[in-house]
């Protein structure tokens, strides 16, 4: 079977707002952690846990961790197993001092109920609706992509800040090049899996092999493939505007890169993307 394979960003560096920063994803509904202050004894769950089904209930779960290996083969995380990740829109402390904090004691719960008896909506079709989302998560794998900048310069530290925040600039300017920047208030109350399966996929359609054909799979109940930014949303529901773009005249100008289409005095006109979002490109370029 087809896998995808899920790239997760972690880096150690001492860096404010480094860990919980945004995957390059789209941009999601804020979920807000309290600091993590408190710190706890060890998780010590009565049974050994795989890792990779941990991991795979985090993602569900859209918690920004992963076990990146059981060292020690005790078949449980311990402290320095566990990493937080970036590009996430919630921020937490894992461990403080060597030790786990309340947080994520409160986590490796959350992650246990979700392998043994995970909390699904009683009615049926929005029932059905996320145990496809979380069957769609489920066909990815996440991978761990980490670095340890700790032994960076004051200055290239200061460099890797301020492109951290260039990148996810990027990634709001194309969630709005996707045109899906207009559905994320509707996650706000969203369960976990459909705002993660959001953020991953860039949008709230299914991606994986045995879920992306199915109506009923998607992060927002009653929305597939939605419109695009780049092209006006009345002339995207003609299933055939591109080919009829690409007939006209001025298809050159209309189809080039790095362009939107917009529709000016009845007419449709190239605006470059500095212009049809100044506000994001502006920030970029400074």
């Given at each position: 079977?087809?896998?995808?394979?899920?790239?997760?960003?972690?880096?150690?560096?001492?860096?404010?707002?480094?860990?919980?920063?945004?995957?390059?994803?789209?941009?999601?509904?804020?979920?807000?952690?309290?600091?993590?202050?408190?710190?706890?004894?060890?998780?010590?769950?009565?049974?050994?846990?795989?890792?990779?089904?941990?991991?795979?209930?985090?993602?569900?779960?859209?918690?920004?961790?992963?076990?990146?290996?059981?060292?020690?083969?005790?078949?449980?995380?311990?402290?320095?197993?566990?990493?937080?990740?970036?590009?996430?829109?919630?921020?937490?402390?894992?461990?403080?001092?060597?030790?786990?904090?309340?947080?994520?004691?409160?986590?490796?719960?959350?992650?246990?109920?979700?392998?043994?008896?995970?909390?699904?909506?009683?009615?049926?079709?929005?029932?059905?609706?996320?145990?496809?989302?979380?069957?769609?998560?489920?066909?990815?794998?996440?991978?761990?992509?980490?670095?340890?900048?700790?032994?960076?310069?004051?200055?290239?530290?200061?460099?890797?800040?301020?492109?951290?925040?260039?990148?996810?600039?990027?990634?709001?300017?194309?969630?709005?090049?996707?045109?899906?920047?207009?559905?994320?208030?509707?996650?706000?109350?969203?369960?976990?899996?459909?705002?993660?399966?959001?953020?991953?996929?860039?949008?709230?359609?299914?991606?994986?092999?045995?879920?992306?054909?199915?109506?009923?799979?998607?992060?927002?109940?009653?929305?597939?493939?939605?419109p695009v930014g780049i092209y006006p949303a009345e002339l995207q529901k003609d299933e055939g505007f591109c080919r009829k773009l690409g007939a006209r005249p001025d298809s050159k100008q209309l189809m080039a890169p790095f362009v939107a289409v917009r529709k000016k005095e009845g007419k449709l006109v190239a605006v470059p993307f500095n212009k049809a979002w100044p506000d994001l490109s502006g920030m970029v370029a400074r």
């Amino acid at each position: 079977m087809k896998k995808l394979f899920v790239v997760i960003l972690s880096l150690a560096i001492p860096l404010s707002g480094c860990e919980g920063k945004k995957q390059r994803q789209a941009p999601e509904a804020k979920k807000e952690h309290p600091a993590a202050e408190k710190t706890a004894a060890p998780a010590k769950p009565a049974e050994p846990i795989d890792r990779q089904a941990f991991n795979a209930a985090a993602v569900r779960l859209d918690l920004p961790l992963f076990w990146k290996a059981d060292t020690n083969g005790n078949g449980r995380p311990d402290p320095d197993e566990i990493v937080g990740l970036m590009f996430y829109d919630s921020k937490v402390r894992w461990t403080e001092g060597g030790r786990f904090t309340v947080q994520f004691e409160d986590a490796l719960q959350s992650i246990l109920t979700d392998l043994k008896n995970p909390l699904l909506p009683p009615e049926p079709a929005e029932r059905r609706r996320v145990e496809l989302v979380r069957r769609d998560l489920d066909q990815g794998r996440p991978t761990l992509v980490y670095s340890d900048l700790s032994t960076l310069s004051p200055q290239e530290k200061k460099f890797f800040a301020i492109m951290v925040e260039v990148a996810g600039l990027i990634d709001e300017l194309y969630a709005r090049q996707l045109g899906i920047d207009v559905l994320r208030p509707r996650l706000a109350k969203a369960d976990p899996a459909s705002r993660r399966l959001f953020a991953r996929n860039w949008g709230p359609d299914c991606k994986g092999p045995e879920t992306e054909k199915n109506p009923e799979c998607t992060a927002i109940a009653g929305v597939r493939h939605p419109p695009v930014g780049i092209y006006p949303a009345e002339l995207q529901k003609d299933e055939g505007f591109c080919r009829k773009l690409g007939a006209r005249p001025d298809s050159k100008q209309l189809m080039a890169p790095f362009v939107a289409v917009r529709k000016k005095e009845g007419k449709l006109v190239a605006v470059p993307f500095n212009k049809a979002w100044p506000d994001l490109s502006g920030m970029v370029a400074r």
